[in-house]
């Protein structure tokens, strides 16, 4: 994730020291170029790729600008990219799916329970400044939010889950696994985690239009944050839903197999995998 946020940012092309212009003329030029001794004019901007800051000359001081804030930017998006997907992580190995309707082979319904990430993502997130600290609430409380709010539109959309239950030999359907699928073939609306949701709320509740490059960094976050979103609804499958429930219809020797009805579904912790 933090390479996808680093792209994105690298992509604002900032040139530093922020709105510099050359001096021309004279005085001006000449004043310059006297003001610096030969070894100061030419020097080595931080090398990383892709490059969050560009300087707007090899001028030393114009380079330790770039170096500085690449260092410091570069290392918040790393930090708070580690800390979402830590806390990603381990709400992905706890939660669970609930209360899906089971009838015959099909599931429908259901909702998804897990730990709410923003005290996960606040409890790893940068926190080393003031600054940092307020960034970090912010994107971890939008993003907790976020998050919230699109696993609960996560519903089985009538799949068939539960081949064997057309007609089992029982009058109770033992827990039995539903058929994997990807969660991406569940119902969903993901429009609370797309950047184009995020961005704004995190501006607006960081509430301080002066913070420097606070809208880049919230963009890159958002940013990758979606884009990690779409592979993990690809690649991510939905198992261990079991499912279990009766066979009213069951009356050996006469009628020896029969569909659930009304049976239920519930996935044991870890189940996306």
């Known amino acids: ?3 996808l946020a680093r792209l994105k940012f690298s992509q604002n092309n900032l040139r530093v020291p922020d709105q510099w212009q050359q001096p021309t003329g004279d005085p001006a030029g000449d004043h310059y ?16 790729a892709p490059p969050l800051f560009t300087a707007h000359s090899m001028n030393k001081y114009h380079t330790d600008v770039q170096k500085m804030l690449t260092s410091k930017i570069g290392g918040y998006i790393d930090g708070i990219c580690d800390a979402i997907c830590s806390a990603w992580s ?3 190995s706890a939660a669970t799916m609930v209360g899906v309707v089971v009838n015959a082979v099909t599931a429908t319904g259901g909702q998804v329970v897990g730990p709410p990430l923003t005290p996960l993502i606040l409890a790893q997130g940068p926190k080393a ?10 994107i971890a409380n939008v993003i907790g939010t976020a998050w919230l709010s699109y696993t ?17 030999p029982s009058p109770v359907a033992p827990p039995t696994p539903n058929v994997p699928c990807p969660v991406v073939t569940l119902t969903q609306v ?6 184009a949701t995020m961005k704004p709320q995190m501006i607006g509740q960081l509430a301080d ?14 940013d990758a ?25 069951f009356a050996p020797p006469y009628v020896p197999v029969g569909p659930v009805v009304g049976g239920v579904g519930t996935m044991t912790p870890g189940g996306f995998v």
């Not at 400044?129 to 912010?138: A, C, G, I, S, V």
């Not at 239009?209 to 958002?222: G, W």
């Not at 944050?225 to 219809?249: A, C, D, R, Y």
């Open 129 to 138: 400044t003031p600054m940092e600290l307020k960034y970090t609430t912010t």
């Open 1 to 3: 994730m933090k390479q």
């Open 190 to 195: 993901p429009v609370s985690v797309k950047a």
């Open 225 to 249: 944050f979606e884009k990690v979103h779409t592979i993990w609804q690809t690649s991510t499958m939905v198992t261990n839903v079991l499912g279990t429930g009766p066979v009213p219809t």
């Open 152 to 168: 609960a539109t996560i519903k089985v959309p009538g799949l068939p889950w539960y081949p064997a239950f057309a007609a089992f």
């Open 90 to 92: 381990t709400w992905q």
């Open 33 to 48: 170029n006297n003001a610096f001794k030969p070894e100061e004019k030419s020097t080595t901007p931080a090398m990383a």
């Open 209 to 222: 239009p002066q913070a420097q490059y606070h809208q880049q960094l919230f963009d890159c976050v958002c």
